[in-house]
């Protein structure tokens, strides 16, 4: 229904910058609203950031002011510019997508899709 794809990982070196994109493709019209997670080695998958259809925005504490979460004009990609990078945002990030679907109860049901990862590495 949603495929999610990743890119722009890399090695990088402390206080430096990378830009991840997300593509989405097949039911985009469904999305309601998109994300960023990180998972580093021997944690749970945490939120780093969202981004609404309305284009409102939300961070985690350990990235507000060095993050920033976009979407272009097509509406199916999502970008995630890291700056001032720090060892401790090295992890796996998930590109996320949240589909809303409402019954004709009225009843709404969401569901999460996920990309394959991308590894971001920042050296000290």
């Known amino acids: 229904q949603v495929q999610l794809v990743e890119s722009g990982g890399g090695l990088v070196q402390a206080v430096g910058s990378l830009r991840l994109s997300c593509v989405a493709s097949?039911?985009?019209?469904?999305?309601?609203?998109m994300g960023w997670y990180r998972q580093a080695p021997g944690k749970q998958r945490e939120l780093v950031t969202t981004?609404?259809?309305?284009?409102?925005?939300d961070y985690a504490d350990s990235v507000k002011g060095r993050f920033t979460i976009s979407r272009d004009n097509a509406k199916n990609t999502v970008y995630l510019q890291m700056n001032s990078l720090k060892p401790e945002d090295t992890a796996v990030y998930y590109c996320?997508?949240?589909?809303?679907?409402?019954?004709?109860?009225?009843?709404?049901?969401?569901?999460?899709?996920w990309g394959q990862g991308t590894q971001v590495t920042v050296s000290s």
């Open positions: 996320n997508a949240k589909v809303r679907i409402t019954r004709p109860s009225m009843k709404v049901d969401e569901y999460n899709y």
């Open positions: 097949g039911s985009t019209f469904s999305i309601n609203a």
């Open positions: 981004i609404s259809n309305g284009g409102g925005t």
